[in-house]
């Protein structure tokens, strides 16, 4: 492609947006806040600071999150024990850092100290922020992982919740969500807590696949119909609203320092869970301990939740109604898009390069059985239940990965966010961010911190390598199951699909390719590289003859695409 413009590259825009780090922190100054990031003990956010009287400087005194190092991203195993991000920061970088967005990435396992704990830590985190010139929020990707190079197996786990705290814990707290507001003096705290999809089959649609096909028993997984929002003291619990479809907004406030949460697609994840406490702790709970059953991840996935803090001081002008907004506005995803024409003329997202725009595009691959929101979207599925809840939306049956009757093909399904792009319609965009994240978090199959090529000498070096476990039990082989099955389905109380990354008729990085491409997802392009090295090994390293068969074509076209838009020389030789 040939980009038009000036001679000479435009100025650099100036904004209030800098970005300072050393050994133990990252600091961003984004003109009306002040985000510190600790780099030795990862907490979420150390410390925030706002110029809450609008004189230009950020002063102690305008501190409205303080340094915790037992807040972060937190797991709780089945027996009390709490797991810390900050006892296992890996590490914490800058990933991007321009005029108007800077991009922090920290990594690491949740640890404990306590007397027989999980060892070497219940699962692994990522945590993307991304800050923005001139705003007092921060966008937050939080994302468990079971990607570890040494396979820890598929511990259960109690609650999975990412906690910060706004003002100094004590006093007056306020709490406001589904339509309610609570106030009190001091103490208690209030939950908003989606149990289930808010359908009359939310017995039945619990978002996983049990035993028992095509008939399966209805698993009693879902204590209550929707949603809940309760306020609680002591040991009482009251109950101030119910529904079907919580929207992942909340407001809350702890004195004169304020946040508005908003946790995308929270309904659609359950179960999740929103809280605010007397001590000014926010709780976004992706794996809530509301839960009936306890949680787990699958060797080799992930589990995301994406949300926005909005944070705000009372003596800010308009800090309330301004932070409202803000958290409103990141329920929707926007991209700013070029003309469907320049992106022809550019080959954007396209194997060939330049190709010419239909006035008319394709229907939207809807690649959820569950085809739309609400009601009419989750209705009763006898075989594969819906495609809501768990691991971003779903498991690899419901979204068309499985060999199936609506078999998952390269193209055929994975052209949303390319024909978004094309056409800005909003269902490519709905649909094309779903299955991306899924096929991100889920199907990918990625290992943190592995060197493929160098590991993947030969194809018995990867049939060894190539290991996923079933029901916490290692199963050796990329496409079948071991003659020595061992199932452990027992010792858990459900089950979900595996998809032993790769399938080798089905090959395809579309999803995590057009995912990077459009958002920058650094996650997205690690897993990318770990398709493209299934590529090499298959269309290279396979024993049986080089032929014209689905298979080969798939493989060599997953390694063509990787190596084309990142040219790493390593990949060229197999090409």
């Known amino acids: ?58 002063a102690d005194d305008e501190t409205v999150v303080h340094s915790e190092p037992l807040l972060g991203s937190v797991v709780e195993d089945p027996n009390g024990r709490k797991y810390y991000s900050s006892a296992g920061t890996h590490k914490v970088r800058v990933i991007e850092a321009g005029p108007v967005m800077v991009k922090v990435l920290a990594q690491g396992v949740h640890v404990s ?33 079971n990607n570890s190079a040494k396979p820890i197996g598929e511990p259960h786990l109690e609650d999975w919740s990412i906690l910060t705290r706004i003002g100094a814990g004590r006093g007056k707290w306020g709490f406001e969500a589904a339509g309610k507001r609570v106030r009190a003096e001091a103490g208690g705290g209030a939950l908003l807590y989606q149990d289930s999809v808010g359908t009359e089959h939310w017995r039945t649609n619990t978002g996983i696949k ?13 204590t209550f119909r929707g949603y809940k929002l309760w306020q609680s003291a ?20 702890a004195g004169p320092a304020g946040c508005a949460v908003s946790a995308r697609n929270f309904w659609q994840q359950f179960p999740s869970a929103l809280g605010f406490s007397a001590d000014g702790v926010i709780r976004v709970s992706p794996f809530p301990r509301e839960y009936k059953e306890v949680h787990w991840i699958e060797d080799g996935t992930a589990k995301a939740q994406e949300f926005r803090l909005c944070f705000f001081a009372d003596g ?8 409202l907004a803000a958290a409103k506005r990141f329920q929707k995803r926007v991209f700013a898009l070029p003309s469907p024409a320049h992106c022809g003329q550019a080959g954007a997202l396209s194997d060939l390069g330049p190709y010419m725009v239909h006035a008319k595009t394709a229907q939207a691959a809807k690649t959820l059985l569950a085809g739309q929101d609400g009601a009419a ?39 949303n966010l390319w024909s978004h792009l094309l056409s800005g319609r909003d269902d490519f965009l709905k649909w094309g961010m779903r299955v991306s994240r899924h096929f991100r978090d889920v199907r990918a199959y990625h290992v943190e911190a592995r060197d493929n090529l160098a590991l993947w000498t030969d194809w018995n070096s990867y049939t ?44 395809n990085v579309d999803e995590v390719y057009d995912l990077y491409c459009l958002t920058g997802d650094d996650r997205a392009l690690r897993c990318m590289r770990t398709i ?44």
């Open 532 to 575: 493209a090295d299934h590529g090499v090994v298959l269309s290279t390293l396979h024993p049986r003859p080089r032929r014209a068969r689905r298979m080969t074509g798939w493989c060599l076209r997953t390694l063509g695409r990787y190596y084309e838009l990142t040219g790493d020389k390593r990949y060229k030789p197999y090409l």
């Open 113 to 145: 100290d306590a007397e027989g704990a999980f060892k070497p830590g219940l699962y692994g985190y990522e945590v993307s922020m991304t800050f923005w010139a001139g705003k007092t929020f921060v966008d937050v990707e939080a994302i468990l992982t």
């Open 464 to 507: 060894r390598s190539c290991v996923i476990e079933h029901y916490s039990r290692l199963v050796r082989g990329p496409t079948s199951r071991s003659k020595r099955k061992v199932w452990d389905i027992y010792n858990h109380p459900y089950q979900r699909h595996r998809w032993p990354l790769p399938n080798m008729q089905h090959l």
């Open 210 to 222: 049990v035993a028992g096909w095509p008939k399966p028993p209805a698993p009693e997984l879902a």
């Open 316 to 323: 800010a002008r308009d800090g309330r109604e301004q932070a």
């Open 377 to 415: 979207g989750a209705v009763a599925r006898r075989k594969y239940g819906n495609g809501y809840g768990w691991q971003v939306f779903g498991m690899t049956w419901t979204e068309r990965a499985g060999v199936s009757g609506t078999n998952y093909e390269p193209l055929g399904s994975s052209h």
């Open 234 to 253: 002591g040991d009482k619990r009251v109950e101030l609203a119910s529904g079907d479809f919580a929207d992942g907004l909340a407001l809350c406030t």
């Open 1 to 58: 492609y040939k980009l038009i413009g000036p001679k000479a590259p435009p100025p650099r825009p100036k904004t209030t947006l800098k970005v300072t780090q050393d050994d133990r922190f990252i600091r961003v100054n984004t003109g009306p806040a002040l985000f510190e990031i600790s780099r030795k003990r990862f907490n979420l956010l150390d410390k925030v600071i706002l110029d809450a009287n609008g004189d230009g400087n950020l």
